[in-house]
């Protein structure tokens, strides 16, 4: 009979002018169809997808952590969203939204029959629109078609003000709401509605504007943000001006009275008291990193990076970032905070933050691959405007700025950078080649001062001699002699590495490089690379190809794990909302360590033993004779192995530190400016910064040592011993 009643209501404004004819056809059909009456015409222009409405996905922030998945590291976002249950919003907000916006809602199916008459009569009578019909569960389908649409067609169609539009709104509504309980629809509507201030949903609005939870919300604080979902800006409270916001708080209270929500007295005081707010802006993106930590942005950075390039994640980059900024991900990465303390206190103590140069290191975990600390004396920082001089002199006549202290780029690696020579670091390759071809550690080269090498080479340099030929010398004169792999690698010897080269072939060395991670950055490095031109790459085992402390980490720490090369990784899990951890073709969301027996155990336990020297803790298989950084085993305090490196003219120093629970790379150079010196008392920070970094971010972790080589790698009557 209600329904009868209305429909005859209707007819007389029809007749007396009040509603136009187009209008009736909106005001009618729901309750026509309802009742059986077979309207046909436009049936199939009003058809919705229910299906659609029961899955349309909210776009969620996603959270970064630490490894230890509770430290956040920041959030992605488009829309900034966290749904919430609905007995977690205080039964204040609840009552304000519906006050405000649908008072019969727990009375009607979907559709308000007399709402609508009544907001028609009043639009017709202020000739615009006074107040509108659309109920909760109306506004919900329309914000469900829109997020879900498909296309931009499809979003206009879900917003567009016609009559067909809102007869889909009202069919879809009823058929919702004789599917889902009343309780659930106010959820999913008080999740999907825009508070303003980029804020959707309740759980963001109370946290935005209040930096507090839904449950805590008060009347008044709930009556303002119920107030704001109709028109955000109009009564905007975070402007100078807040008449509007208080005017529209207190009229949510007074329909909060009318509806019973409420008593009078309460609402007075509720009314009487100042619009306080607590604003809080949720940090976005890697740029939004805590102030207090903003080192952590150039691992975010990382993270971002990889994440781009990882097919589970979407076909191309655009969809990978929009699953990030969509997908309510949790994303847990490897970045221990500890090391990550460690590392950054070493660099920023040791290199001021102002310095062109950069001193920066990368840890890894041997075995997995997992980065457990980036760490570079920059702030990270898209803001540049008080960087200091380009120290490219050409630039700084053009008035560039040097990206130091602010920059974002990837000083460390991961990114589009060449990065920087990496010097005598290099020598690892080909003494691992050597050994994989049948050398052993105690093979014994006499090596001059200067040595005149069987390659030409096409350019002019310090070591060039007899016309054409690369006749490379050692950085002292002493260090000429008989050498092994032992005392050759812990002194750093020029000219008894590039006699092992030749013996093993420069190819050799480039191909052991490939197989543990590096990569050629530049069009000159890959040229030499190449089939064609690594056979004569001679200069290739003094470094002169460019390279990161990211791709130097995960090299050396294949010595660690056995031979077992793990790309590095910065993720260790993603979980999607409601826990699931794979993606819709079954993937996993977070793959595993990317790990491969790039070399024998045997071969990188002869590596280790070379590689001992270096620090001053001395080989397990043969006679060191002295190392170039004696005092890095005596400040990390447990077995360590590692390899210095300088580039021609100290324009980049290297050290890298191999313990069986981390490995970390350190560098220090100007990336503005390749050519730019390191001063003499600059060249001991490196290896200063990852000796101590080990030290600190292994404290209170078991104390392991390496395997030793066998005998056949050893090569020598010394008997090995574990240490």
Not at 144 to 162: K, N, W, Y
Request: with cysteine.
């Amino acid at each position: 009979m209600a329904r009868v009643r209305f429909i005859r209501r209707v007819a007389t404004l029809v007749r007396t002018g009040i509603v136009a004819g187009v209008v009736v056809a909106a005001l009618l059909y729901p309750l026509v169809a309802l009742g059986g009456l077979g309207i046909k015409t436009g049936a199939s222009e009003l058809a919705g997808d229910l299906g659609r409405l029961r899955t349309a996905p909210l776009s969620q922030v996603s959270r970064v952590y630490a490894a230890d998945g509770s430290t956040l590291i920041t959030q992605f976002y488009e829309e900034y969203r966290i749904p919430v249950e609905l007995e977690t919003v205080s039964p204040h907000m609840q009552h304000a939204i519906i006050a405000a916006e649908d008072v019969r809602f727990f009375e009607h199916n979907g559709v308000d029959a007399r709402g609508i008459a009544r907001a028609f009569v009043a639009n017709q009578r202020a000739g615009g629109v006074s107040q509108g019909a659309s109920t909760i569960t109306m506004q919900y389908v329309r914000m469900s078609l829109r997020d879900s649409a498909d296309s931009p067609e499809e979003v206009f169609a879900a917003v567009e003000q016609t009559p067909t539009r809102k007869l889909r709104e009202m069919r879809l509504a009823i058929d919702l709401e004789k599917e889902v309980s009343k309780q659930e629809i106010l959820e999913r509507y008080l999740n999907a509605a825009y508070f303003g201030h980029r804020a959707y949903g309740i759980y963001a609005a109370a946290e935005v504007y209040f930096s507090k939870t839904p449950a805590e919300l008060t009347i008044g604080e709930s009556a303002l943000l119920a107030g704001l979902v109709q028109a955000p800006s109009a009564y905007d409270p975070a402007t100078r001006d807040r008449t509007a916001a208080h005017d529209r708080r207190n009229y949510v209270i007074d329909r909060m009275v009318a509806s019973g929500f409420v008593t009078p007295e309460v609402a007075t005081e509720a009314q009487a008291a100042p619009i306080q707010l607590n604003l809080h802006e949720p940090p976005n993106d890697c740029v939004d990193v805590p102030g207090a930590v903003n080192h952590w942005g150039f691992f975010c950075d990382l993270f971002k990076t990889w994440w781009m390039t990882r097919p589970e994640y979407g076909a191309n980059a655009m969809e990978r970032l929009d699953l990030l900024r969509r997908g309510g991900l949790t994303v847990v990465t490897t970045l221990d905070p500890k090391a990550q303390a460690a590392a950054y206190a070493q660099v920023a103590s040791r290199e001021r933050i102002g310095s062109a140069f950069a001193l920066g290191t990368v840890a890894v975990e041997p075995g997995t691959g997992n980065v457990r600390a980036m760490a570079v004396n920059r702030v990270y920082s898209l803001d540049q405007a008080g960087n200091g001089r380009h120290t490219d002199p050409k630039r700084a006549r053009l008035g560039v700025r040097g990206n130091y202290p602010a920059t974002v780029n990837p000083l460390l690696g991961g990114g589009n950078l060449p990065g920087y020579q990496a010097g005598s670091t290099f020598k690892l390759f080909t003494m691992l080649a050597a050994i994989e071809r049948g050398m052993p550690l105690s093979t014994a080269i006499n090596s001059p001062h200067r040595y005149h090498s069987r390659w030409k080479t096409e350019w002019n340099s310090p070591a060039r001699c007899n016309g054409q030929y690369w006749c490379p010398s050692n950085a002292s004169a002493s260090m000429a002699g008989r050498h092994t792999m032992w005392s050759g690698f812990g002194k750093s010897v020029n000219t008894f590495f590039v006699q092992l080269e030749e013996r093993v072939g420069p190819e050799a060395a480039v191909r052991m490089a490939e197989r543990l991670g590096l990569t050629w950055h530049t069009d000159i490095d890959r040229l030499q690379a190449s089939p064609a031109k690594a056979r004569t790459w001679g200069a290739f085992t003094l470094g002169v190809a460019d390279t990161s402390p990211l791709e130097m980490a995960g090299a050396y720490a294949t010595l660690a794990a056995d031979g077992k090369y793990c790309s590095p990784l910065p993720v260790a899990s993603v979980t999607a909302p409601g826990g699931v951890t794979v993606n819709a073709d079954g993937k996993p969301y977070a793959p595993g360590p990317n790990c491969v027996q790039a070399i024998a155990p045997e071969v990188a336990r002869g590596g280790l033993d070379a590689a001992r020297c270096v620090t001053g803790y001395n080989a397990a298989g043969g006679a060191c004779g002295g190392g170039t950084a004696p005092a890095v085993y005596k400040i990390v305090g447990r077995p360590v192995a590692g390899k210095t490196g300088t580039t021609d003219d100290n324009r980049a120093i290297w050290f890298i530190g191999i313990t069986p629970g981390l490995t970390a790379a350190g560098f220090i150079a100007d990336p503005d400016n390749p050519f730019h010196t390191v001063a003499p008392d600059d060249r001991v920070k490196p290896k200063e910064a990852i000796a101590y970094t080990l030290r600190d971010a292994l404290a209170g972790a078991p104390v392991l040592g390496f395997a030793p080589p066998p005998a056949h790698v050893v090569g020598a009557s010394k008997p090995s011993r574990a240490r």
